[in-house]
């Protein structure tokens, strides 16, 4: 997501234009290789130093369940804020002075294209890193031998009591047990 952003930078400070964020993100993660569709509304507005960013997006991605590990599909939605410099005064065509701290993602190229792409990726792992569920009910794991309790029960036992713990089923024995 590529956007020309010269005739905003001709424009005094304060000046906007509203965009249309669509299109699709290549290899956002391990668990969403090949390309993710975005969708969302960007404010571009013109401030003293170059152009921020602002905005809504969603995007539907791959997760895993945090209670059994399987794949699910999960919608997020996140919010953009993010201002970028030019690298190239747009007036006059001098370099401006790019410091160690620029973001090179944060960096309008010199033909005054602001390349939203690495941005939005990265915010959307940022979104995806809550863990979600495949399904409200889900069951997990089980804790002893590791079966998906949502495709089928296990025949652990439960009642063992571990024998590390085994010290405080003393303190929960009654005087009347002895």
Do not use: W
Not at 65 to 83: G, P
Not at 107 to 115: G, K, V
Not at 149 to 173: K, W, Y
């Amino acid at each position: 997501m590529i956007y020309n952003v010269a005739q905003l930078l001709k424009e005094g400070v304060g000046a906007s234009r509203r965009r249309t964020a669509s299109g699709d993100l290549r290899d956002i993660d391990e668990l969403n290789p090949g390309d993710t569709h975005l969708e969302g509304e960007l404010l571009f507005v013109r401030t003293p130093r170059g152009i921020l960013v602002t905005g809504k997006a969603h995007v539907s991605v791959n997760q895993m369940c945090r209670r059994c590990l399987e794949l699910t599909r999960v919608e997020i939605e996140f919010e953009i804020e993010e201002e970028f410099i030019p690298s190239i005064d747009i007036e006059t065509g001098a370099s401006l002075p790019i410091t160690d701290e620029d973001e090179p993602e944060l960096i309008i190229d010199e033909h005054h294209m602001l390349d939203m792409t690495e941005v939005l990726r990265q915010y959307v792992i940022v979104a995806s890193m809550s863990p979600s569920l495949c399904r409200p009910d889900c069951k997990g794991l089980c804790p002893i031998c590791g079966q998906n309790l949502n495709l089928a029960s296990c025949q652990c036992r439960r009642d063992e009591i571990d024998p590390r713990l085994s010290i405080l089923a003393q303190l929960l024995s009654s005087p009347e047990d002895e």
